[in-house]
């Protein structure tokens, strides 16, 4: 997952990232607008963007100016420079990736996306989630009158229990915006998400939205989710949705699914394309594997030696949270660090020849006496990966005749 830094027009950088599919080759391209005062880093904004992933979409999700780790104040990101953000962003992504043909936005996100798309020939279709059918609605979230700008150039508000600094322009940009207009004038493909139970911004907003837009529009019930999507179900099913609806929209190749053929996990390696880059499917789950640069891989994926190491981390970590809970241990967090390499066998009593030699070290994080961190350490070594790796497997291996394995 790329992390980028993009300057925008008024010279501040904006933190980044780029969710890809597995295979590290997205067919279309999305950006992500965040709800206001949150990042593009809330976990709602990563579960949708990489539930869009699987649908073939690499996507962009950011921090608009003043929020999360981008440059600039709080003051300055106001609606029309959350705009200006999209279109900065928009134009970066078609410069050096890909023109982004969908855009994505969450509550005030949703609505700066659809006026960004209504100024973007490039963007296809937008969605949008718990979106407010006024811009101006945004300004009920905080308490202030003109009579504190007369007192002060800026003001401190409220804003869900967090302090931020305006000023009055700050309040005057989110007026000048007229949505219903924007969204009865885009004439492009548009899905409206919303919770009927949202208590942020109501249902009526998605109302007035889908009857200003023009068809094609669909409209999806988040039902008994929250205005932020903080179920992680929640957001799952949101970015599936979007995916499953923007198919309609988009060219998309038809990717086929690697077939394990009724074995536990299957690797391919097509050597026309690709030099060491591999892609693995189990029976639900894709991953990549590749080498790094420095031996001639692309670095798309971990290696077979850190997938091996990952494999030994997630079991131990696995294991040690199992025996916690049934001691009733405060354990609240484990760090499983590990290294393969290679030793001499003088430094390993009792062996000959090169050895592989694998380290790991634990942080255990909880409220533990010294006597409990030593048993977890002594249960790390129980975990069943780990019993494999020093018991030896028998690798039996034979050839099979089916044809690329593609279904």
């Not at 880093?41 to 949708?48: D, E, G, Q």
């Not at 998309?252 to 536990?264: I, P, V, Y």
């Not at 696995?318 to 354990?331: C, I, Q, S």
Request: charged share 25%; with cysteine; proline share 3%.
């Amino acid at each position: 997952m790329p992390k980028l830094q993009i300057k925008n027009t008024k010279g501040y950088v904006l933190n980044a990232f780029l969710e890809l599919p597995a295979h590290q080759k997205p067919q279309q391209y999305a950006i992500f607008g965040h709800c206001f005062t949150c990042s593009g880093s809330l976990n709602a904004v990563k579960n949708i963007s990489r539930e869009l992933t699987n649908h073939g979409f690499g996507v962009l999700r950011f921090d608009f100016t003043g929020l999360g780790l981008s440059e600039g104040s709080f003051k300055e990101s106001h609606f029309t420079a959350n705009v200006k953000d999209l279109l900065d962003v928009h134009q970066y992504m078609k410069e050096n990736y890909g023109t982004p043909g969908l855009l994505v936005g969450h509550s005030l996100g949703g609505a700066a996306v659809l006026v960004a798309a209504s100024m973007l020939n490039d963007v296809k279709a937008v969605a949008t989630i718990g979106a407010p059918s006024k811009v101006e609605h945004v300004k009920r979230l905080f308490n202030y009158s003109n009579l504190d700008f007369e007192k002060n150039n800026v003001v401190e508000v409220n804003i869900g229990g967090r302090p931020f600094t305006i000023d009055k322009t700050f309040v005057e940009n989110f007026s000048e915006i007229n949505l219903p207009q924007i969204v009865r004038d885009l004439r492009k493909p548009y899905l409206i998400l919303h919770s009927p139970t949202d208590s942020i911004v109501g249902i009526e907003n998605a109302k007035e939205l889908y009857l200003k837009a023009h068809h094609p529009k669909s409209f999806i019930s988040l039902d008994n989710a929250d205005h932020l999507l903080l179920k992680i179900e929640d957001s799952q099913y949101t970015g599936k949705m979007i995916g499953t609806w923007a198919e309609r929209y988009f060219d998309f190749e038809k990717t086929e699914k690697l077939s394990t053929e009724g074995e536990q996990v299957v690797g391919h390696l097509d050597l026309i394309e690709n030099n060491f880059t591999t892609s693995i499917q189990t029976t639900k789950h894709s991953l990549t594997a590749d080498e790094p640069s420095s031996v001639g891989g692309d670095d798309f994926g971990p290696s077979p030696y850190e997938l091996l190491n990952a494999g030994l981390a997630a079991c131990t970590a696995m294991t040690l949270n199992l025996y916690a809970e049934r001691k009733k241990w405060d354990l609240q967090e484990v760090f499983v660090y590990l290294s393969h390499g290679k030793k001499h066998s003088d430094d390993i009593a009792g062996k000959t020849g090169q050895l592989d030699f694998i380290t790991k070290k634990l942080d255990l994080v909880g409220d533990l006496t010294e006597e409990q961190k030593e048993r977890l350490k002594e249960i790390a070594a129980k975990c069943p990966v780990h019993k494999t790796l020093t018991a030896g497997a028998i690798i039996e291996t034979e050839l099979v005749h089916h044809k690329s394995g593609l279904k």
